[in-house]
Structure formats: structure tokens, C-alpha cells
């Protein structure tokens, strides 16, 4: 079965600090990793991830990719109070390719 | 560009009952998929749809859920009768292609009591 585990569940920091949100994934077909950034509605679209070391980037997020390691992690620099959300992870593959998503970190961004 | 439409945005009803659920995609793109989010999960894959076809129904209540795709555009899901654990949030996603993007609507918010 595919499966996507995403760490921790949840953070609190402060405005300002670094965070490193994690997600590995076993999905068969594997095609792509997404994130996704969900605050009190739908899922908004970060970054989808095909190649391995490749970093993307907008603004003070970023995210990479390990194919062979199977994770992937979501980097917040200087964070402020309206990143805070519940960041999702999604591997995008399996028989019908489909997206597998985890249950997400919930990133609390303190002032 | 408009986004993915779903209506209506909040529902409440009681075991047992029905309730539908409708999500216009953004226009073009072939793909439309039905999630669940319960709380404190990620959403959860219940149909897709490659135009007016099923491509992936396994993780549906067939028993009590049931969706169709009116020519290939809009599109309901239903259950029927509700039970305690329906209560989630009902997502509608759209995608032009198969690459894994999807661009999802706002959400129902379904309460069974």
C-alpha cells in the first residue's frame, strides 16, 4: 500500500527562526513529490518535485528532493506568523497515479 | 483564470439522511478528483475521474457513496444514508494533465450529528 509519512505532526516557533518540515514516501510509480500549504481552506500549491537534488525555491521556501532515500523535506527560512498553516506532503504515483498525501505538519509561527 | 468551484461550502445534517455535493473544475482541464479530509488527516482519495470516465473508485463507500461527471465537466458525490464518521471536509481537485498537479476548490464542510 502507498504511504506517505510526514514529520513531525507538529511545530511552534517563533518569528524568525528556521524550520525543516520532513516527508518520506513508499509509493509505487513514483512520479512526483508535492507540497502543499493548507490554512482554514482548500490545499494551495507549493512545489512539485521530479529530480533528485534539485533544489526549488520561492522566496524563503524551499524544498529537495533524495529519490534514492526516498524523502523529501520542506526548508522555512525566517518564518512569520502567516506561514503558519498545516503543510502537506503528497507523493504522486501508484497504479492509477494518483496523489498519496501525509497527514501533515501543523507549523505555528509565534510572534 | 476562475478556480475550482464547490457548493455548498457548509452542511449539516443527521445519520441518515443524504447530501450531495457538487465542484465545477476549472475549465479544460480533464481531470477531476473527490477527496475526504478528516480532521487531523490528509485528504483522502475517494474518485477520479479522466473526463466523464472513472479511473480510481477503490478507496470509495460504494455502499453509500455514489459520484458522476455531467459530460465531462461538473460533478457530484452523494451519500447515502450519512453516517457519524461522513464528517469530514469534502475537497474537489482539477488537473489539466496527469503530472500530479491538482488545484483544489474551497471545500464543504460536512457535519453528521
Known amino acids: 500500500e502507498d504511504k506517505v509519512v510526514q514529520s513531525p505532526l507538529s511545530l511552534v516557533v517563533h518569528e524568525g527562526d528556521t524550520v525543516t518540515l520532513n516527508c518520506s514516501y513508499e509509493?509505487?510509480?513514483?512520479?512526483?513529490l508535492l507540497w502543499y500549504k493548507q490554512e482554514k481552506k482548500a490545499p494551495t500549491f507549493l512545489f512539485m518535485l521530479?529530480?533528485?537534488?534539485i533544489e526549488k525555491k520561492s522566496g524563503r521556501l524551499s524544498s529537495i528532493l533524495d529519490k534514492k532515500e526516498l524523502f523529501s523535506i520542506l526548508n522555512i527560512t525566517a518564518t512569520q506568523t502567516g506561514d503558519s498553516a498545516v503543510y502537506l506532503c503528497?507523493?504522486?504515483?501508484?497504479?492509477?497515479?494518483?496523489?498519496?498525501f501525509g497527514k501533515g505538519t501543523l507549523l505555528t509561527v509565534n510572534p | 483564470e476562475a478556480g475550482v468551484a464547490q457548493s455548498p461550502r457548509y452542511k449539516i445534517i443527521e445519520k441518515r439522511q443524504s447530501v450531495a455535493f457538487w465542484c465545477n473544475p476549472i475549465?479544460?482541464?480533464?481531470?477531476l478528483y473527490w477527496y475526504q479530509q478528516i480532521l487531523g488527516q490528509g485528504p483522502k482519495l475517494l474518485i477520479q475521474?479522466?473526463?466523464?470516465?472513472?479511473?480510481?473508485d477503490s478507496q470509495l463507500p460504494k455502499d453509500r457513496f455514489s459520484a458522476e461527471r455531467l459530460k465531462g465537466v461538473d460533478s457530484t458525490l452523494k451519500i447515502q444514508p450519512a453516517k457519524l464518521e461522513d464528517s469530514a471536509v469534502y475537497l474537489c481537485?482539477?488537473?489539466?494533465?496527469?503530472?500530479?498537479?491538482?488545484?483544489f476548490g474551497p471545500g464543504t464542510r460536512l457535519t453528521v450529528l
Open positions: 481537485a482539477s488537473s489539466p494533465n496527469r503530472d500530479g498537479t491538482q488545484y
Open positions: 509509493v509505487t510509480n513514483f512520479r512526483s
Open positions: 521530479t529530480s533528485s537534488g
Open positions: 503528497a507523493a504522486y504515483g501508484g497504479s492509477n497515479y494518483k496523489l498519496t
Open positions: 475549465s479544460g482541464h480533464a481531470t
Open positions: 475521474f479522466q473526463n466523464n470516465g472513472v479511473v480510481d
